[in-house]
């Protein structure tokens, strides 16, 4: 095995808010906001940070049984030998990736310890689909978020 191309050297949340409703209805999904910001070290160019929100809304026309919005920052350090002109993509698609999957699995435990059921979601793809592209959209709308 070969270490991966991207390492993550530390992740945090910056925002975790998440209200329960009572008057929440059974088998209602979130709808699924996520926002990523992305930037690089001023003194090292493979030194990226990443911001992912996302927020789960509720359906206009019914009342899930959880709201709220988790904000997460991760530290990301590029090998030295990835190419330069894939360091963008690589850190975007799978660093996203990687922030959107610990917002999940919190998700998941702060939920599974309510009343209702616990809430998860489908993976999501941070890759852009036009290969021409640097970088994928900042915002990007995903699925609901299912309860199970």
């Known amino acids: 095995m070969n ?3 991207l390492q993550l050297e530390r992740h945090f949340f910056t925002k975790v808010a998440l209200d329960s ?7 209602v999904a ?3 906001q996520c926002e990523m910001e992305m930037g690089q070290a001023a003194d090292n160019d493979r030194r990226f ?7 789960l809304l509720p359906d206009p026309e019914k009342q899930p049984f959880y709201t709220g919005e988790i904000h997460a920052v991760g530290i990301f350090l590029v ?3 990835w190419p330069a002109n894939e360091v963008n993509r690589l850190v975007e698609a ?3 990736t990687l922030l959107y999957g610990a917002i999940r699995e919190l998700l998941l435990n702060l939920t599974s310890r309510g009343p209702w059921p ?4 489908t993976s ?4 852009p689909t036009n290969k021409e592209a640097d970088f994928v959209p900042e915002h990007q709308e995903a699925g609901p978020a299912v309860p199970r």
Not at 21 to 27: A, N, R, S, T, V
Not at 118 to 121: A, E, L, P, T
Not at 124 to 127: D, G
């Open 124 to 127: 999501l793809s941070f890759v």
């Open 30 to 32: 979130n709808i699924l």
């Open 3 to 5: 270490p991966a191309p």
């Open 118 to 121: 616990s809430v998860g979601f």
């Open 49 to 55: 940070q990443i911001t992912l929100r996302l927020k």
């Open 79 to 81: 090998a030295e030998t």
């Open 21 to 27: 409703h009572p008057d929440g209805q059974p088998g």
């Open 94 to 96: 799978n660093g996203t």
